[in-house]
């Protein structure tokens, strides 16, 4: 089964200005692949990183959906406890232009083996790496009909 990691930015997708095509199409589709999480076709992925982004966000009732859904979903969490394995990385992932937030992501989405990091941020899509494959959910979701039909 794939296992994947969703950045913050995929789960206030649903929350953005659903009026512009792009984001209502990235909006449905990661709806899509949240119900492909509830009915465990795919294993979610979660870190101290993101808990800390969505406990940033200010919208109480956004922020406690997010939450409620990444508690009650993630089966794999990477930890600060794990920092000796997640700077060395971050600071290899930086080097290639990455804020530091984005990369912290996508050395814990590394570490934990996901095989997808699921993301609307163009920077982080531009990002190359051998060990995992970067995607918007769209793209993920052309990706995962194919593999299932």
Request: aromatic share 12%; with cysteine; net charge positive.
């Amino acid at each position: 089964m794939l296992k994947i990691y969703l950045d913050n930015c995929c789960y206030g997708r649903p929350f953005d200005d659903l009026s512009q095509e792009k984001i209502k199409n990235e909006a449905i589709a990661k709806m899509y692949i949240q119900s492909l999480i509830k009915y465990k076709a795919l294993l979610l992925c979660s870190s101290y990183m993101l808990s800390l982004e969505i406990n940033e966000i200010p919208f109480a009732n956004n922020r406690e959906h997010i939450l409620s859904f990444v508690n009650n979903y993630s089966e794999f969490f990477i930890g600060g406890e794990r920092e000796n394995e997640i700077f060395p990385l971050t600071n290899e992932i930086m080097k290639t232009g990455i804020k530091r937030k984005d990369a912290v992501h996508l050395a814990c989405s590394i570490i934990s083996k996901c095989d997808y990091f699921i993301t609307t941020d163009k920077r982080v899509l531009n990002y190359k790496t051998d060990k995992l494959k970067i995607l918007n959910p769209i793209e993920f979701i052309k990706i995962w009909r194919k593999q299932n039909d």
